[in-house]
């Protein structure tokens, strides 16, 4: 496997230019994935530092050896212990590119996509005990209804929750084509834009996505320095709507949201108001781009 077939990074000139790397600097490449943005940072900060994190070790697998680089197999929601246990207080600029890589949806085995019979796996980081089957076989119905509602937007989340509960007591859903036939009764609208978004749900809670992202936007607004700059790609409004109030100074997990400097001084000054998007020639070379939005921000003293 190779750097290029695991996963295209998106936007990679407009992230250098977001980031303003300065050479000597120290970087945060919050998810690795094939390396198209760590490789273009590297290539622009000469002898500074670059910590990646990844959690699926296939990614890992493709980090060239190089003195400069920090790995790190962990959630980016970690970004904070990991910089204290290397000694390092403030970093320049950070990036995170949400989307799931082209590898782990390509990969059947890995229950992300619809489109494969496999187990109903998602896990992000293949270490941890839950998947989706086991969301699916344990959660109650009222739980799997917030999370059809709240994280895949589906409009008759109620109806779907209950024809899971009813069909796991007669079988296991444990695969995604298993899946796929119990809720295809159920559709609205567009078979393939329904079942992504009841899979889209599935894999957010597996991986507890926006967690991670509240838990990375209130860590970036303690460890950047002074004018640094954060850059976050999403692929959905859930992602992108937690990355715009944080930007706007309303984040979710202020440390001390009831202070006087929390209240009259937001972290971040937004310097896109709208979010910066691939160019036709992108999408046209990587369709899974076409849903990519880039946010930048930088630090306030």
């Known amino acids: 496997m190779t750097a ?4 295209q990074a998106v936007m990679v000139e407009e992230v250098v230019e977001g980031l303003a790397i300065m050479p000597g600097g120290i970087y945060v490449d919050a998810t690795y994935g094939g390396g198209g943005h760590a490789k273009a940072i590297l290539d622009r900060i000469g002898k500074g530092k670059l910590m990646v994190f990844d959690q699926d ?30 000694g390092i207080a403030q970093v320049d600029g950070i990036v995170a590119d949400l989307g799931v890589s082209s590898h782990q949806v390509d990969q059947a085995e890995r229950g992300f996509s619809f489109r494969k019979d496999s187990r109903l796996d998602m896990r992000m980081d293949r270490r941890q005990e839950l998947d989706a089957a086991k969301i699916l076989a344990a959660y109650p119905e009222e739980k799997l209804q917030q999370i059809f509602s709240e994280l895949g937007e589906v409009t008759n989340a109620r109806t779907l929750a209950r024809t899971l509960v009813r069909a796991r007591g007669a079988f296991p859903l444990s695969t995604t084509g298993e899946l796929a036939s119990v809720v295809q009764p159920l559709v609205k609208g567009n078979p393939n834009r329904y079942l992504a978004r009841v899979f889209q749900a599935l894999r957010i809670e597996v991986n507890d996505e926006l967690g991670s992202l509240q838990d990375l936007l209130s860590t970036a607004a303690t460890v950047l320095r002074p004018g640094g700059r954060i850059v976050v790609i999403s692929f959905h409004s859930l992602e992108d709507r937690l990355v715009k109030r944080a930007f706007q100074g309303r984040l979710e997990k202020d440390p001390d949201p009831f202070s006087r400097e929390s209240r009259e001084k937001p972290p971040f000054r937004q310097l896109n108001k709208k979010p910066v998007t691939p160019g036709q020639a992108e999408i046209a070379s990587n369709p899974r781009a076409g849903s990519a939005r880039m946010r930048i921000a930088e630090k306030l003293t």
């Open 4 to 7: 290029g077939s695991y996963h």
């Open 57 to 86: 070790e296939d990614a890992l697998a493709l980090i060239p050896p190089d003195p400069r680089i920090i790995t790190v197999h962990q959630n980016f929601r970690h970004l904070g212990r990991f910089l204290r246990l290397h």
